[in-house]
Nanobody, 119 residues
């Protein structure tokens, strides 16, 4: 079982940057596909970015392409989400989640970190 803990959220102005971290304990995060999700008040949870085990293959939802970057540090067992050119519509609780490569469901979740972007 892997436990995940997010950090790095905060309140920023539009155009600013943040870097979110997802740290793992229990098992190395290098064994898992990792994704970042976000959920804004009154909205459904949205998958924002995904990174595979190698770190070479990534996915981004269209609304963040060119602004967000997902990466992993296998030595620190941490996955990052770099958020640049933030917009008020990026305001949400951001969660990281992990799944084994042969599973379709993300079974491990962190507690979330709040990102608030003001105009």
């Amino acid at each position: 079982q892997v436990q995940l803990a997010e950090s790095g959220g905060g309140s920023v102005q539009a155009g600013d940057s943040l870097r979110l971290s997802c740290a793992a304990s229990g098992r190395p995060l290098s064994m898992f596909v990792v994704a970042w999700f976000r959920q804004a008040p009154g909205k459904e949870r949205e998958k924002v970015a995904v990174i595979d085990l190698s770190g070479r293959n990534t996915y981004y939802v269209d609304s963040v392409k060119g602004r967000f970057t997902i990466s992993r540090d296998i030595y620190k067992s941490t996955v990052y989400l770099q958020l640049n050119s933030l917009k008020p519509e990026d305001t949400a609780v951001y969660f990281c989640a992990a799944r084994a490569p042969n599973n379709s469901d993300f079974g491990a979740w962190g507690q979330g970190t709040q990102v608030t972007v003001s105009s």
